[in-house]
């Protein structure tokens, strides 16, 4: 497997829309080729090579591609979108809409990231060590039913924004640290851990699919039953130690109440209030 | 600027040109005599081998106002992934496919050759809305039809029985909002809608805070059309539209219409809609038979076809119990219902039109039965109701299902099999030819607007809005995606005497006119009287001053008044 | 000591909109707004008097402002109003809806011996700009003579906020507004006010100093700021006309940068709302003449839409309902305002869980069973007992403030609360109004909408509208410093972005076209000053039922001032040839 290192040349001053930064893109390309790409930097069309120094092999296969950002992408957007394998680097920070309409391949990002994550992802892998910003896996705005992420698996390290999985049709998102409000919003299957704190307002209109919540979660949807008590919980075949109240909800969106939240007992003694409702049953 | 097309195929139903090889001249932004032109000044433009018709005129597309935009609002994703990139100083960006920007929708048409396009239904408390999106609509000339079948005023004079006064009224409302003739949609339901009723309103059922019925109101509004001489007669959208069983209904509006007046006295719109036998959706059938052997019979009725096209669509209109019903029907769960004081109400909802449902499959086949079974192309034309049944974008696939059965037959074996059971479809062999095309995208819907002076036709005088295509008639027309691809993207169209789009590219940008109508028919002291009345009113019913519902003529871009009678 | 822990709600007032009209680099703006309203409670646990200064802390800063008594109760919550100070602790976190959190944040509150800054001292400790002389930047128009005659204008569109009321009078004598009928306070105080503290010069910053120029020198220094910026942002628009804005858009796309407007930090939550679900409207007229049941939720019009009650709602006389006592007025509110007072039920939602309460409500609606005792603080009776007052109403209204869209929540409550109107519609007729607080924020959605398919945050970087709220919106392009230069139109976004956001703003080249010499001004590169839209110069606006109104011009602008029509259209051209297309 060879790779191509991007070095940004200067700090970015403004967005850049580069949505050629992809394994796709890049194989069965020369490397003056790839330096041709066309990248936006504002409202100027560049070349990827006006801003990156590229060093490295490309390769003729997709899979067998492999790039290497060495430095803060944070402003550059688009990175990896609608890739369908190999994978991506990034020593530091990246922008908006990374791996957007992923296909398969992998994505690592040392640092963090903004909005948009590996939205409407179809396969692949993403890890960030760092936080993300809202819309992780998300589905894009005014687009109904299941246009969301179909599979793949997200993780980050750190923390969330808000609005993690909206949408979710499948795979799994992993937030190790603690996530910003409406988790799993209009989720319809899949899987999300938070094993942190959340903000709040956890599987608003979810139809299907489960929030597994490992720390705070201030209050419960009105729109949630609980259901039961479960020991454990299970995430990509590692099992979460409980017990965890599971709700199920959120009846505003089907009376079926076909989705799940996995909220952890002993982080939520403000919802022991909730076990008085299973004892009625 | 001076322009010579010299040696196109001709065809100019208006004229009678069915296809000649002629030269057509241009100055001054009117159709001249070629001969008179001196060739070595003009632009010659080589339409050898090409077909060379008058612009397209689209009677009935929801263009602009205060719904559309609306309808943008709604769906964002409409605009993601269709769009026009700016070029400075040619063209300007657009996005969306079946809620498209002014831009989009200037340019679309214009590389389709169409160059007047009519708003068919605007609130006039929100007319002004409506002309500012006009005037940002590049290259086209556009009118706007004013509702009318709910307004207080005008149901009020009706129930009195003071048709005069009502007359008196429209004619004083066209000018004031600048509009260019009467909409009816389902007619009195924005009433009933106040209430939360009104799905299902069917001609003689009565409108209780009026104490009349959609009959007399279509009737009342026909007479008062007539009186004031409007170019075009009052375009309807008839009641129970879009419930199954509705074709009866449609037939009853047309009887109603009998004998009021020489020449067309009724215009219904979208009539695939209205053209449904049955009694539930799973036993939907086409009514289209009926409907058009009363066409055939009757020479009162021009109609447009509202035809749906597979793929995505986003319904609006100004029935609202109807769009309510639609959005607990559909699976795509959005809807944004609006009502405006004293006058109208609307709806939209999001669509898909899907060729395994049987109730698309039938609807699809019901436009074009309609489209095929009524003889006189003077009076049906294709539409598309854009964004209801489809985008306008659309039309060449349209006229190639009108031109081929080949191409429909290619359709027909994709849909739903009971669907094509039902239909007399695929029984039609009729096709339709390249003359008749011109006749119903260009000569007859100008005609019917009562713009056939100076629109839908290449005789000197006549407004220099020219489409030449890529189409040789006497070759390319057995290829239904040769035909697809020709009106899809026009060799050349020329608005206003200025050549806006070449080999199917934006050229240039020019705005157009927007024509609306002053009937200076009526007795002024009536006119006075009724205005004394209204500005009355108009404080206990509306919410603005009567002088700021006035919209001055300096607000539009390109006003061209059409002042009818006196 | 120990801080009081209490929640902080920042908002519309009635001062706040007059001071704020009349030029907010008086004293008499700090005094009216920099100010802290706590209740009585609070006062005396804190151990201070009235009037004395407090340090407001939250996570992202602190800032002194003084103490005032809240006129209802609520024990817990602070009020303040909207301006530069309470800003200065406010996060520009906006959770993807561009929108910032501006109520229901969890804020400290500590006596001080601090005293309040004053505006200059404010722009200089947290901006690190200076005010320049006032001689250059405000003015009072002298007083005309002559025989210019009198001459009684009616039927005048207010332009100040949202209500567009179209029925004000206006009396001119020699060309000087002297007198203005049946607009409120704060409308009258614009028409009247229009002469004081107006800027007449073109500006330019040389060496660090605003030095007057000619109209020519500003707009070629404008242009070029403009045309050598990577990517810059055009903001403002929703207080000048639509084709004001229209001017502005096209100016984005040759560009290719970014327009914004106030939506993004007013209603921007609606608009998305309204992206996922769709809506349920009616004009004022429609609501006026048919509702018995008023509901304002999140909204105080008794501060910032004077007339809107007696004009279109709960005291309007109306075809079908007579008046006041024909119809039920709700409030839902964080806190007991004045508008409170005047509700036949009065419903208080904690801070932050509007969303809460609204599923709730929507539960007990379609009749599910609510497995919790309380909700948002309300209980669950409570809930059942409103849902049944609305099923049960002949025609419903709900009108929605900023208190929705600016508590966490945002666009979510938003999408939520249509549907509860849509639930509604199964039962009987229910309609939503936002209360859209610039005259034309509506028209700027409207324009925005037809010419680019979004109703803000618009990006042209390539040469087609895309819009995002999470990315193309003021605070978040700002915050991150995402763009490298702006230009405002018709707004004073440093004296109403979060600290953040506000800050970065003055980093990059800045140019600001208005009447006033504004807060932003004072760190602008380039000021051009312009006449008021509605006052000196005709136009388009919109109400926020989406009506449009004729903005009337009533007199001349000042020698020399021209519109944001004309400014506009000489960028354009300017930047045009600097571009070279």
Redesign the interface.
Same mark, same amino acid.
């Given at each position: 497997m060879m790779t191509v290192t991007l070095i940004p040349k200067e700090p970015f001053k403004v967005l850049i829309d580069a949505k050629c930064i992809t394994p796709d893109e890049f194989a069965g390309k020369s490397l003056e080729e790839i330096n041709s790409l066309e990248v936006y930097e504002g409202s100027l069309v560049r070349k990827l090579g006006d801003l990156f120094v590229i060093k490295g092999d490309p390769e003729d296969n997709v899979d067998e591609t492999r790039i290497v950002i060495e430095g803060d992408v944070w402003k550059v957007c688009r990175i990896g979108e609608k890739m369908s394998g190999g994978s991506i680097l990034i020593k530091g920070s990246a922008g908006h809409y990374l791996g957007r309409w992923m296909q398969g391949g992998r994505i690592e990002v040392r640092g963090n990231v903004r909005s948009w994550l590996g939205a409407e992802m179809q396969d692949g892998t993403i890890e960030v060590f760092g936080n993300a910003g809202s819309f992780v896996g998300g589905r894009l705005r005014g687009k109904v039913g299941k246009k969301g992420m179909k599979k793949g698996y997200i993780i980050i390290h750190g923390s969330a924004g808000a609005r993690v999985g909206h949408g979710m049709v499948k795979g799994t998102i992993i937030i190790d640290g603690n996530s910003g409000p409406f988790p799993g919003s209009e989720m319809m299957g899949g899987k999300i851990l938070i094993r942190g704190d959340c903000e709040g307002k956890a599987g608003a209109n979810m139809i299907g699919g489960s929030v597994i919540i490992c720390g705070r979660l201030p209050s419960v949807l009105p729109g949630f039953y609980i259901d039961d008590i479960a020991p454990k919980a299970k995430v990509k075949k590692e099992k979460i130690e409980g017990p965890f109240y599971v709700f199920v909800g959120d009846a505003l969106a089907s009376r079926i109440c076909g989705g799940r939240l996995y909220i952890h007992k002993a982080s939520n003694p403000h919802l022991k209030v909730y076990e008085e409702l299973l004892e009625e049953v | 600027m001076e322009i010579i097309i010299k040696g196109g195929y001709v065809f100019d139903p208006i004229n009678g040109v069915k296809g000649e090889k002629l030269d057509i001249g241009v100055k001054d932004g009117k159709i001249v005599d070629p001969s008179k032109l001196d060739e070595r000044n003009a632009k010659v433009i080589d339409a050898r081998g090409k077909t060379v018709m008058p612009g397209g005129v689209d009677i009935h597309s929801h263009i602009?106002g205060?719904k $559309?935009?609306?309808g943008?609002?709604?769906?964002?994703?409409?605009?993601?992934i269709s769009?026009?990139?700016? /070029? +400075?100083?040619v063209k300007?960006?657009?996005?969306?496919k079946t +809620?498209?920007? $002014?831009?989009s929708i200037g340019y679309r048409y214009a590389r389709m050759g169409w160059t007047t396009v009519i708003e068919p239904a605007t609130p006039p408390?929100?007319t002004?809305?409506t002309h500012?999106?006009l005037n940002?609509i590049p290259i086209l000339d556009k009118a706007c039809f004013p509702l009318v079948d709910s307004n207080w005023f005008i149901l009020d004079y009706i129930s009195k029985g003071e048709i005069e006064k009502c007359a008196a009224f429209v004619a004083w409302l066209l000018d004031a909002i600048k509009g260019y003739a009467l909409k009816l949609v389902d007619p009195g339901v924005a009433e009933l809608w106040?209430?939360?009723k009104g799905y299902g309103l069917d001609l003689d059922d009565e409108i209780p805070s009026f104490g009349i019925t959609p009959r007399e109101i279509i009737t009342g509004l026909c007479k008062v059309n007539r009186m004031l001489k409007l170019p075009h007669s009052i375009h309807v959208h008839c009641n129970r539209l879009g419930i199954p069983g509705n074709y009866s209904t449609t037939l009853e509006t047309m009887r109603a219409l009998e004998g009021m007046g020489d020449g067309i006295t009724i215009h219904i719109t979208h009539a695939q809609f209205n053209s449904y036998k049955g009694d539930n959706w799973p036993a939907l059938r086409s009514g289209a038979p009926e409907i058009a052997d009363y066409v055939n019979a009757h020479e009162h009725v021009s109609i447009d076809m509202g035809q749906v096209i597979f793929g995505g669509a986003t319904t609006m209109t100004a029935d609202a119990p109807f769009e309510?019903a639609l959005?607990h029907m559909t699976? /795509?769960?959005?809807?944004?219902?609006?009502? $405006?004081? $004293?006058e109208s109400a609307s709806g939209?909802v999001p669509f898909k039109y899907k060729k395994k449902s049987i109730v698309n499959a039938v609807q699809w086949c019901i436009g074009l039965e309609l489209a095929l079974l009524i003889k006189d192309p003077w009076r049906v034309i294709p539409t598309t109701d854009h964004p209801n049944g489809g985008p306008f974008t659309r039309y060449p696939r349209l006229i190639s299902w009108l031109m081929s059965k080949k191409a429909r037959e290619e359709v027909l074996e994709k849909i739903n099999k009971t669907a094509r059971r039902r239909s007399v479809l695929p029984d039609i062999d009729r096709e339709y030819s390249l003359y008749e095309i011109a006749i119903s995208t260009r000569a007859a819907p100008a005609k019917l607007l009562g713009l056939e002076d100076r629109k839908g036709q290449l005789g000197e005088g006549a407004d220099a809005d020219i489409a030449i295509y890529d189409l040789d008639p006497t070759k390319d027309l057995n290829d239904p995606d040769r035909i697809v691809k020709a009106f899809k993207y026009a060799y050349c169209t020329i608005k206003n005497g200025e050549t806006v789009v070449m080999n199917g590219k934006i050229a240039k940008t020019s705005y157009g006119r927007t024509f609306y109508v002053k009937s200076s028919v009526l007795d002024e002291e009536l006119m006075k009287g009724v205005v004394s009345e209204v500005k009355q009113k108009f404080k206990?019913?509306?919410?603005?001053?009567f002088?700021?519902y006035i919209i001055?003529e300096s607000?539009i871009r390109h006003p061209e008044p059409l002042v009818m009678g006196g | 000591m120990n801080p009081l822990k209490v929640v902080l709600v920042t908002g519309r007032t009635v001062e706040q909109g007059i001071e704020g009209e009349a030029g907010k680099l008086r004293e008499k703006y700090a005094k009216k707004v920099a100010v802290v309203e706590l209740d009585a409670k609070d006062l005396k646990l804190l151990g201070i008097d009235e009037g004395r200064p407090v340090l407001i802390k939250t996570l992202h800063g602190e800032v002194v402002l003084r103490a005032i008594a809240a006129k209802g109760r609520h024990p817990g919550i602070v009020f303040a109003p909207m301006s530069p100070w309470i800003n200065i602790v406010i996060g520009s976190e906006t959770d993807g809806s561009g929108m910032p959190t501006f109520k229901g944040i969890e804020a400290e509150v500590y006596p001080t011996d601090e005293r309040v800054l004053s505006i200059e001292e404010l722009l200089k400790k947290y901006y690190g700009q200076e005010i320049s002389s006032s001689e250059l930047t405000s003015q009072e128009l002298a007083p005309k003579n002559g025989s210019g005659g009198e001459q009684l204008f009616k039927d005048v569109v207010c332009p100040f906020c949202g209500c567009l009321c179209d029925d004000v009078e206006v009396l001119v004598r020699n060309g000087a507004i002297v007198e203005v009928r049946k607009a409120c306070a704060i409308g009258s105080a614009k028409f009247l006010g229009h002469r004081k503290e107006r800027a007449l010069h073109p500006l330019v910053r040389k060496g660090g100093t605003f030095v007057k120029v000619s109209l020519n020198e500003a707009i070629e220094e404008a242009a070029k700021i403009l045309a050598n910026s990577k990517y810059s942002l055009l903001y403002g628009w929703s207080s000048t006309s639509i084709q004001a804005n229209a001017l502005g858009i096209e100016l984005a796309e040759i560009l290719g940068g970014v327009i914004d407007n106030t939506t993004s930090v007013c209603h921007g939550p609606t608009v998305l709302g309204v992206q996922g679900v769709g809506t349920v409207r009616a004009t004022l007229g429609q609501i006026r003449n048919r509702a018995d049941l008023i509901v304002y939720w999140g909204s105080n019009p008794l501060n910032a839409h004077l007339r809107h009650l007696m004009r279109y709602s709960a005291l309007a006389k109306g075809v079908f309902v007579p008046g006041r006592k024909q119809r039920k007025v709700v409030v839902i509110d964080v806190r007991e305002t004045p508008m409170a007072k005047m509700a036949d039920l009065f419903i208080k939602v904690k801070p932050g869980q509007d969303y809460e309460l609204i599923s709730a409500l929507r539960m007990a609606v379609k009749e599910l069973d609510i497995e919790a005792e309380e909700v948002a603080g309300v209980p669950v009776e409570k809930i059942y007992q409103l849902a049944e007052i609305m099923r049960t109403a002949k025609f419903g209204a709900v009108f929605f403030g900023v208190g929705v869209t600016m508590s966490p929540g945002k666009d979510e409550t938003l999408e939520n609360i249509i549907r509860l109107v849509q639930d509604l519609n199964e039962w009987t007729k229910f309609v939503l109004c936002p209360m859209r607080g610039h005259f034309n924020v509506t028209g700027a959605c409207n324009v925005s909408l037809w010419m680019t398919g979004y109703a803000f945050g618009i990006d042209y970087m390539r040469k087609f509208p895309r819009h995002d709220a999470a990315i193309w919106t003021v605070t978040e392009l700002l915050s991150n410093e995402d763009v490298d230069a702006a230009l405002i139109v018709a707004s004073d976004p440093l004296a109403h972005l979060p600290k953040r956001a506000a800050e970065n703003l003055t980093k990059i080249p800045l140019i600001v076209v208005d009447p006033r010499f504004n807060v932003t001004a004072a760190a602008a590169r380039v000021f051009i000053p312009s006449s008021f839209v509605g006052i000196e110069k005709e136009g388009t606006a919109y109400r926020m039922d989406g009506v449009s109104l004729r903005l009337k011009k009533v007199v001349d602008p000042p020698e020399g001032v021209i519109s944001d029509e004309e400014i506009l259209s000489l960028l354009i051209d300017r930047v045009k040839k600097l571009r070279g297309v």
């Open positions: - | 602009a205060p $559309v935009n609306v943008r609002l709604l769906r964002p994703e409409d605009h993601y769009f026009i990139k700016a /070029i +400075t100083g300007r960006s657009g996005t969306g +809620t498209p920007t $002014v831009a408390l929100k002004r809305h500012e999106e940002d106040s209430q939360g309510f959005f699976p /795509i769960r959005k809807w944004a219902g609006s009502e $405006v004081e $004293v939209i206990e019913w509306y919410t603005v001053q002088s700021n001055d607000e | -």
